[in-house]
C-alpha cells in the first residue's frame, strides 16, 4: 500500500501571508522525479493567470530553480527537463471536480480551496 501525505497550510486571519507561494514552492522538492505529475487548482482561470497569481509566481520561481523548465502559458503548464510536469487548472462549477477524474497525480494544490462550491 502507498502512503498518503496530506498536507495543509492556513492562516485564516490572513491574507498575503505566503500560503499559495508555500503551495508552489512545495512542488520543487519533487520535480526532478520524471514521473511526478502536479496540479495546482483555483476557481477560475482568471485568478490563475492574473497577475501575481499562481501562474506568474510559479513562472518566476520555476525558472529561478531550473533555468530548463518550459513554461506553456496558454496550457499552464511546466515541465520540467527530468519529464516532471506541473499543471494549473480551474474548478468553477460542482461539475468540473470530474474533469480531474482517472488523473494520475502526486501532488494536489487547491488554492483557496474555500472559494471552491
Not at 50 to 58: P, Q, Y
Not at 64 to 85: C, L, Q, R, W, Y
Request: aromatic share 8%.
Amino acid at each position: 500500500m502507498e502512503e498518503v501525505v496530506t498536507n495543509f497550510i492556513t492562516d485564516p486571519m490572513k491574507a498575503g501571508s505566503g500560503k499559495s507561494y508555500l503551495g508552489i514552492m512545495d512542488m520543487l522538492q519533487y520535480v526532478h522525479m520524471p514521473e511526478f505529475r502536479g496540479v495546482m487548482v483555483r476557481r477560475t482561470t482568471p485568478m490563475i493567470k492574473g497577475v501575481g497569481g499562481l501562474l506568474d509566481t510559479a513562472s518566476t520561481m520555476y525558472k529561478e530553480a531550473d533555468n530548463g523548465v518550459k513554461v506553456k502559458p496558454s496550457t499552464m503548464e511546466f515541465i520540467f527537463p527530468s519529464g516532471a510536469e506541473i499543471k494549473m487548472s480551474h474548478c468553477e462549477r460542482a461539475q468540473d471536480k470530474h474533469n480531474f477524474q482517472g488523473w494520475q497525480v502526486a501532488a494536489f494544490l487547491i488554492d483557496e480551496g474555500q472559494q471552491i462550491n
